[in-house]
């Protein structure tokens, strides 16, 4: 079973070390402003200068870090942002990925005044974004040159998912 909870100060650097390049620190972040090379302080930093911001990380079973996560409540209270997922590389493949964005599902529609949780994910993160659809989210606004990577221009797509369309698992 993945379980979520608050990022310690420890975690960073474990986190930190999950991001093998400037693109893959792009496709998690966003346009976060962290910079490569990418290290823990960077991640401690962001909590700090955004209190709101919930930095979650996923344990296994056996209580180890399998992943990331962060939800941000937006301005008016009804949405939650999801965002920053991230699957350490020797959990990929395994579950893990949808079983703790189901789980930060819980934490944000666990306040009564949330009605639904948007995400932006990149047009061409095909993997990211099959999870999402399986857990209910929808895509909605198209980002053209959402960012730009390197010499290419990245498309993102807002995908969201309203509290009544989502089906918690036992």
């Known amino acids: 079973m993945i379980r979520v909870r608050a990022l310690e100060p420890d975690d960073a650097p474990v986190v930190a070390s999950w991001i093998d390049g400037p693109e893959a620190l792009v496709v998690w972040s966003g346009k976060t402003g962290f910079t490569w090379p990418f290290d823990g302080r960077q991640l401690l930093d962001l909590r700090a200068s955004d209190p ?3 930095l979650l990380v996923a344990t296994g079973p056996d209580g180890s870090l399998v992943g990331h996560v962060g939800l941000r409540g937006e301005p008016g209270g009804a949405s939650v942002r999801l965002g920053m997922v991230l699957v350490a590389p020797a959990a990929r493949g395994r579950g893990c990925g949808a079983a703790m964005v189901e789980a930060a599902l819980g934490v ?3 306040d009564p005044a949330v009605e639904r949780v948007e995400l932006g994910v990149y047009a061409h993160n095909d993997s990211a974004r099959r999870i999402y ?5 929808r895509a909605g606004r ?3 040159r959402s960012i730009l990577v390197g010499d290419e221009w990245w498309t993102s797509v807002t995908m969201s998912l309203p ?4 089906s918690p698992s036992a």
């Open 133 to 137: 659809e399986r857990l209910g989210f």
């Open 52 to 54: 709101a911001r919930r």
């Open 108 to 110: 944000a529609f666990a």
């Open 142 to 144: 198209v980002h053209p």
């Open 163 to 166: 509290r009544e369309a989502w």
